[in-house]
């Protein structure tokens, strides 16, 4: 039943549950401090940090540890230059969810639409420019106005 199971809150090996080890796991494999060029790093949380969603324990857990992780981050490289920042992007067209779920989530963001990939892209090369030199630590949220409705 556990290897099978995507929904079931009793199993540990739910997909759920190791969509939030894959969270966290890539963050900490993905900052690449080698080349000293680079000086932001960006990471990718979620609009739902903020509330408390049903049956989604594992994975808000998952993306508040990945904002803890971007905090830390920017503590310990800031002394480096280094600025580390997330992103909580509100629902974005990538072809993961089919239209009529798409419309239906769409309807609750104020501004009655879902991001293009390249609009979340254009926002993580503005936060990584230097005209945003003094952010660090902070989660920029990205979602059409969705985190301003409780």
Same mark, same amino acid.
């Given at each position: 039943?556990?290897?099978?199971?995507?929904?079931?809150a009793r199993c540990p090996l739910s997909a759920r549950d190791q969509s939030s080890r894959s969270n966290l796991a890539h963050s900490q494999t993905s900052?690449?401090? /080698?080349?000293?060029?680079?000086?932001?790093?960006? *990471?990718?949380?979620?609009?739902? %940090?903020?509330?408390?969603?049903?049956?989604?324990? @594992?994975?808000?857990?998952? #993306?508040?540890?990945?904002?803890?992780?971007?905090?830390? &981050?920017?503590? *310990?490289?800031?002394?480096?230059?280094?600025?580390?920042?997330?992103?909580?992007?509100?629902?974005?067209?990538?072809?993961?969810? /089919?239209?009529?779920?798409?419309?239906?989530?769409? %309807?609750?963001?104020?501004? #009655?639409?879902?991001? &293009?990939?390249?609009?979340?892209?254009?926002?993580? %090369?503005?936060?990584?420019?230097?005209?945003?030199?003094? @952010?660090?630590?902070?989660?920029?949220?990205?979602?059409?106005?969705?985190?301003?409705?409780?």
């Amino acid at each position: 039943h556990a290897d099978t199971c995507t929904q079931c809150a009793r199993c540990p090996l739910s997909a759920r549950d190791q969509s939030s080890r894959s969270n966290l796991a890539h963050s900490q494999t993905s900052p690449r401090y /080698d080349r000293p060029k680079v000086r932001a790093y960006c *990471e990718y949380g979620f609009r739902g %940090r903020r509330k408390a969603l049903p049956k989604l324990a @594992a994975y808000g857990a998952a #993306k508040a540890g990945l904002i803890h992780f971007t905090r830390t &981050l920017a503590a *310990e490289y800031a002394d480096a230059g280094i600025r580390c920042v997330a992103i909580a992007p509100g629902p974005v067209h990538t072809g993961l969810v /089919d239209k009529f779920t798409m419309a239906m989530i769409v %309807r609750s963001v104020p501004l #009655k639409r879902a991001a &293009l990939p390249a609009e979340i892209a254009d926002f993580v %090369r503005y936060i990584a420019s230097n005209a945003v030199n003094l @952010a660090t630590g902070s989660v920029f949220t990205v979602d059409g106005g969705l985190s301003i409705r409780s």
